[in-house]
């Protein structure tokens, strides 16, 4: 079956502008992940949904960060007033749900190849 | 925090060659993962390591939990121009599992 995808693959904006990054998740999976990927570094979490509910945003840099998940499956990540700051790789992942509450084991997340995104 | 430590930033080393990559923490892990990033692609999971002391294999690739479960290292044994690639360590944190990353070892193999 198919992977995570996301588009577009490559966003330039211009500073001050709003964009909208998209994730496809594999299909049946609960829980969606964004995380965001600075050059050469490691993603940080920014946003966790599981079905339609996000239950953990608290990785968004600020109030211009926002993310839905209406029905529970494409997942939409938006910035509004985009700053040169806001550049970076927006990555997605999804699993399916963890294995046993309580356990602290989770399954695999299947990570999208990401959102460049440019402010210029 | 329970920051992740990892070491060295970059490597670039000649095709056949042995590296050792690190992960370190002051904080005890319940697991640990490993991730293999490509350039214009997402991190992929090459293992997971639970217990104290553990060793996992795969193919070139050596994994090991430190005894106290706060570090972690990867040993790539003759390396080749495919190991390329963004290494990443990353322990789950939350009921949400998500994942808190390290910085990463950029490592590059030249033929």
């Known amino acids: 079956g198919a992977g995570v995808s996301q588009s577009p693959r490559y966003k330039v904006a211009k500073r001050g502008q709003d964009v909208a990054l998209r994730c496809d998740p594999i299909?049946?999976?609960?829980?969606l992940f964004w995380y965001q990927q600075a050059l050469g570094q490691g993603p940080e979490f920014l946003t966790y949904?599981?079905?339609?509910?996000?239950?953990?945003k608290s990785g968004l840099p600020s109030d211009r960060f926002f993310a839905e998940r209406p029905e529970g499956s494409v997942s939409t990540l938006k910035i509004q007033r985009t700053q040169q700051e806001d550049s970076a790789v927006y990555l997605c992942a999804s699993s399916s749900i963890r294995i046993s509450v309580g356990t602290g084991r989770y399954n695999e997340q299947f990570f999208g190849p990401g959102t460049r995104l440019t402010v210029l | 925090t329970q920051l992740l430590e990892q070491s060295p930033q970059f490597l670039s080393i000649q095709e056949g060659e042995n590296l050792t990559v690190y992960c370190n923490s002051s904080s005890v892990f319940s697991s640990l993962q490993w991730y293999r990033q490509e350039p214009g692609e997402g991190p992929v999971l090459l293992v997971t390591?639970?217990?104290?002391?553990e060793v996992k294999k795969l193919k070139r690739l050596t994994f090991q939990f430190g005894d106290a479960r706060k570090d972690s290292s990867l040993h790539i044994t003759a390396a080749q121009p495919g190991d390329t690639g963004l290494y990443l360590c990353a322990r789950r944190s939350g009921n949400t599992g998500k994942l808190i990353f390290g910085q990463g070892t950029t490592l590059q193999v030249k033929p």
């Open positions: 299909s049946g999976h609960v829980s």
């Open positions: 390591v639970v217990t104290g002391g």
């Open positions: 949904f599981q079905n339609e509910a996000q239950l953990d």
